[in-house]
Protein backbone atom coordinates (compact mmCIF):
# COMPACT_ATOMS: atom_id res chain seq x y z
CA UNK A 1 0.00 0.00 0.00
CA UNK A 2 2.58 2.30 0.85
CA UNK A 3 4.91 1.73 -2.05
CA UNK A 4 1.91 1.57 -4.47
CA UNK A 5 -0.21 4.89 -3.52
CA UNK A 6 1.57 6.86 -0.43
CA UNK A 7 5.26 6.84 -1.28
CA UNK A 8 4.62 8.70 -4.70
CA UNK A 9 2.08 11.14 -2.90
CA UNK A 10 5.05 12.01 0.03
CA UNK A 11 7.59 12.60 -2.96
CA UNK A 12 5.02 14.60 -4.58
CA UNK A 13 4.03 16.96 -1.37
CA UNK A 14 7.57 17.10 -0.24
CA UNK A 15 9.73 17.78 -3.29
CA UNK A 16 7.25 20.76 -4.03
CA UNK A 17 7.37 22.18 -0.79
CA UNK A 18 11.01 21.99 -1.24
CA UNK A 19 10.52 23.76 -4.50
CA UNK A 20 9.25 26.47 -3.05
CA UNK A 21 11.71 26.78 -0.19
CA UNK A 22 14.78 26.21 -2.08
CA UNK A 23 14.00 28.88 -4.49
CA UNK A 24 15.83 31.68 -3.54
CA UNK A 25 18.98 29.40 -2.15
CA UNK A 26 18.78 27.44 -5.97
CA UNK A 27 18.53 31.08 -7.23
CA UNK A 28 21.86 32.17 -5.72
CA UNK A 29 23.50 28.88 -6.63
CA UNK A 30 22.36 29.85 -10.74
CA UNK A 31 23.52 32.98 -10.50
CA UNK A 32 27.17 31.61 -8.77
CA UNK A 33 27.74 29.48 -11.83
CA UNK A 34 26.46 31.68 -14.55
CA UNK A 35 29.11 34.29 -13.00
CA UNK A 36 31.81 31.43 -12.65
CA UNK A 37 32.26 30.30 -15.91
CA UNK A 38 30.01 30.64 -19.22
CA UNK A 39 27.15 27.83 -20.08
CA UNK A 40 24.21 26.37 -18.94
CA UNK A 41 23.23 26.69 -15.69
CA UNK A 42 22.17 22.58 -15.27
CA UNK A 43 23.72 19.46 -16.28
CA UNK A 44 21.49 17.10 -17.88
CA UNK A 45 22.74 13.08 -18.06
CA UNK A 46 20.77 10.25 -18.85
CA UNK A 47 19.90 7.86 -16.44
CA UNK A 48 18.01 4.65 -15.68
CA UNK A 49 15.13 4.99 -14.12
CA UNK A 50 11.77 2.35 -12.96
CA UNK A 51 11.72 -0.59 -15.52
CA UNK A 52 15.09 0.49 -17.00
CA UNK A 53 13.27 3.80 -18.82
CA UNK A 54 15.83 6.29 -19.71
CA UNK A 55 15.28 9.76 -18.29
CA UNK A 56 17.30 13.01 -18.35
CA UNK A 57 18.97 14.13 -14.62
CA UNK A 58 19.25 17.11 -13.77
CA UNK A 59 22.10 18.84 -11.55
CA UNK A 60 23.72 22.07 -11.46
CA UNK A 61 27.24 22.29 -13.84
CA UNK A 62 29.88 21.57 -11.67
CA UNK A 63 32.30 21.47 -14.84
CA UNK A 64 33.16 23.67 -17.37
CA UNK A 65 30.94 23.64 -20.74
CA UNK A 66 34.14 21.99 -22.92
CA UNK A 67 33.63 18.89 -20.55
CA UNK A 68 33.19 15.84 -22.44
CA UNK A 69 30.10 14.08 -21.58
CA UNK A 70 28.76 11.05 -19.93
CA UNK A 71 32.07 10.27 -19.13
CA UNK A 72 33.13 9.98 -15.63
CA UNK A 73 35.36 12.23 -13.78
CA UNK A 74 38.55 9.40 -13.19
CA UNK A 75 38.11 8.61 -16.75
CA UNK A 76 39.08 12.50 -17.65
CA UNK A 77 42.47 13.22 -18.41
CA UNK A 78 43.31 16.46 -16.13
CA UNK A 79 39.81 16.41 -14.03
CA UNK A 80 40.39 18.65 -11.64
CA UNK A 81 41.12 21.36 -14.75
CA UNK A 82 37.20 20.80 -15.78
CA UNK A 83 35.95 21.19 -12.48
CA UNK A 84 34.73 24.92 -11.80
CA UNK A 85 35.17 26.85 -8.39
CA UNK A 86 31.71 26.96 -7.54
CA UNK A 87 31.30 23.00 -8.66
CA UNK A 88 34.38 21.97 -6.32
CA UNK A 89 31.93 23.84 -3.82
CA UNK A 90 28.88 22.48 -4.76
CA UNK A 91 29.86 19.22 -5.38
CA UNK A 92 31.94 18.94 -1.64
CA UNK A 93 29.13 19.80 -0.31
CA UNK A 94 26.70 17.65 -2.83
CA UNK A 95 24.54 20.90 -3.65
CA UNK A 96 25.03 20.01 -7.04
CA UNK A 97 22.07 17.78 -6.31
CA UNK A 98 19.47 19.96 -5.42
CA UNK A 99 17.67 20.03 -9.25
CA UNK A 100 17.01 16.46 -8.74
CA UNK A 101 13.87 17.81 -6.87
CA UNK A 102 12.39 18.39 -10.28
CA UNK A 103 12.73 15.32 -11.33
CA UNK A 104 10.92 13.87 -8.23
CA UNK A 105 8.23 16.28 -9.09
CA UNK A 106 7.99 15.04 -12.74
CA UNK A 107 7.48 11.04 -11.08
CA UNK A 108 11.50 10.48 -12.58
CA UNK A 109 12.76 9.86 -8.99
CA UNK A 110 11.74 9.35 -5.73
CA UNK A 111 13.67 11.24 -2.48
CA UNK A 112 14.66 7.59 -1.26
CA UNK A 113 15.70 4.63 -3.54
CA UNK A 114 18.46 3.04 -5.41
CA UNK A 115 20.79 6.40 -7.28
CA UNK A 116 20.02 6.23 -10.88
CA UNK A 117 22.65 4.16 -12.84
CA UNK A 118 24.18 5.61 -16.39
CA UNK A 119 22.68 4.55 -19.23
CA UNK A 120 26.21 2.76 -20.27
CA UNK A 121 26.81 1.54 -16.47
CA UNK A 122 26.14 -1.20 -17.48
CA UNK A 123 27.28 -3.56 -15.04
CA UNK A 124 25.27 -2.03 -12.26
CA UNK A 125 22.70 -2.35 -14.27
CA UNK A 126 22.78 -6.15 -14.85
CA UNK A 127 23.54 -6.44 -11.17
CA UNK A 128 20.58 -5.07 -10.22
CA UNK A 129 18.48 -6.67 -12.71
CA UNK A 130 19.32 -10.22 -10.57
CA UNK A 131 18.02 -8.28 -7.24
CA UNK A 132 15.11 -6.53 -8.88
CA UNK A 133 16.14 -3.13 -8.00
CA UNK A 134 15.57 -2.08 -11.52
CA UNK A 135 12.12 -2.16 -10.41
CA UNK A 136 11.63 1.00 -8.68
CA UNK A 137 11.66 4.62 -9.29
CA UNK A 138 15.37 5.65 -8.17
CA UNK A 139 16.02 8.10 -5.54
CA UNK A 140 17.90 11.07 -4.30
CA UNK A 141 19.39 9.35 -1.69
CA UNK A 142 19.33 5.31 -0.67
CA UNK A 143 20.56 2.64 1.49
CA UNK A 144 23.64 2.05 -0.13
CA UNK A 145 24.54 5.78 0.29
CA UNK A 146 23.82 5.49 3.89
CA UNK A 147 25.91 2.52 4.03
CA UNK A 148 29.21 3.46 2.38
CA UNK A 149 28.20 5.33 -0.63
CA UNK A 150 31.08 5.74 -3.49
CA UNK A 151 33.11 3.43 -0.94
CA UNK A 152 31.37 0.33 -2.13
CA UNK A 153 31.85 -1.67 -4.95
CA UNK A 154 29.29 -2.68 -7.36
CA UNK A 155 28.26 -5.63 -5.99
CA UNK A 156 27.78 -4.69 -2.92
CA UNK A 157 25.93 -1.35 -3.58
CA UNK A 158 23.56 -4.01 -5.61
CA UNK A 159 23.01 -5.94 -2.77
CA UNK A 160 21.94 -3.04 -0.68
CA UNK A 161 19.00 -1.93 -3.59
CA UNK A 162 18.16 -5.08 -3.68
CA UNK A 163 17.48 -5.26 -0.17
CA UNK A 164 15.70 -1.81 -0.30
CA UNK A 165 13.52 -2.95 -3.38
CA UNK A 166 12.43 -5.95 -1.43
CA UNK A 167 11.46 -4.36 1.68
CA UNK A 168 10.08 -0.79 0.71
CA UNK A 169 8.75 0.98 3.83
CA UNK A 170 7.84 4.42 5.34
CA UNK A 171 9.94 3.37 8.51
CA UNK A 172 13.01 2.65 6.21
CA UNK A 173 12.66 5.57 4.27
CA UNK A 174 12.48 7.66 7.04
CA UNK A 175 15.49 6.11 8.41
CA UNK A 176 17.76 6.32 5.48
CA UNK A 177 16.57 10.55 4.74
CA UNK A 178 17.64 11.22 8.17
CA UNK A 179 21.11 8.89 7.90
CA UNK A 180 21.67 10.66 4.50
CA UNK A 181 21.26 13.90 6.22
CA UNK A 182 24.32 12.78 8.57
CA UNK A 183 26.46 11.44 5.79
CA UNK A 184 25.91 14.43 3.88
CA UNK A 185 27.26 16.95 6.44
CA UNK A 186 30.24 14.95 6.94
CA UNK A 187 30.59 14.38 3.53
CA UNK A 188 31.31 10.34 4.24
CA UNK A 189 31.48 7.75 1.84
CA UNK A 190 32.59 10.72 -1.53
CA UNK A 191 35.28 9.57 -3.63
CA UNK A 192 35.62 11.96 -6.74
CA UNK A 193 34.38 10.17 -9.54
CA UNK A 194 32.49 7.65 -7.86
CA UNK A 195 32.45 3.74 -7.55
CA UNK A 196 34.82 3.59 -10.47
CA UNK A 197 37.71 5.34 -8.67
CA UNK A 198 38.01 2.88 -5.89
CA UNK A 199 37.84 0.25 -8.70
CA UNK A 200 40.83 1.78 -10.28
CA UNK A 201 42.41 1.52 -7.18
CA UNK A 202 42.07 -1.55 -7.08
CA UNK A 203 42.33 -2.86 -10.61
CA UNK A 204 44.84 -1.55 -13.26
CA UNK A 205 42.18 -1.55 -15.75
CA UNK A 206 40.08 0.92 -14.23
CA UNK A 207 37.57 0.04 -16.64
CA UNK A 208 34.17 0.59 -14.56
CA UNK A 209 31.66 2.84 -15.95
CA UNK A 210 30.10 4.64 -13.60
CA UNK A 211 28.30 8.30 -13.01
CA UNK A 212 29.77 11.34 -11.53
CA UNK A 213 28.96 11.89 -7.74
CA UNK A 214 26.13 9.36 -8.16
Same mark, same amino acid.
Given at each position: MY?S @? !?????D &? ?5 ? @? ?6 ? =? ?5 IKM???G???F $?? $? $?? %? ?11 R ?5 T ?7 ? &?????? #?????G ?10 L??? #???V? %?Q????G????? #? ?7 A???V ?6 ? %?L? %? &???V?G?D????D???? #??G ?6 ? !? ?5 ? !????I?Y? !? ?5 ? +? =?G???? +? ?14 G
Amino acid at each position: MYQS @C !FKRLLD &LILSLAA @CVILAIPM =GIIAIWIKMDSPGPVFF $RQ $R $RV %GAHKKHFNILKFRTMRGDTPHDVPTHL &LKNADS #YITKSGAFLRRTSLDELPQI #YNIVA %GQMSIIGPRPAL #YNQYDLIEARDRVHANDIRP %GLT %G &LAQVNGRDELPIDVKAR #YDGEYAAHVT !FLNDVKI !FFRSIGYV !FARRGVV +E =GGTGAM +EEKKSPQGDSHTENQG
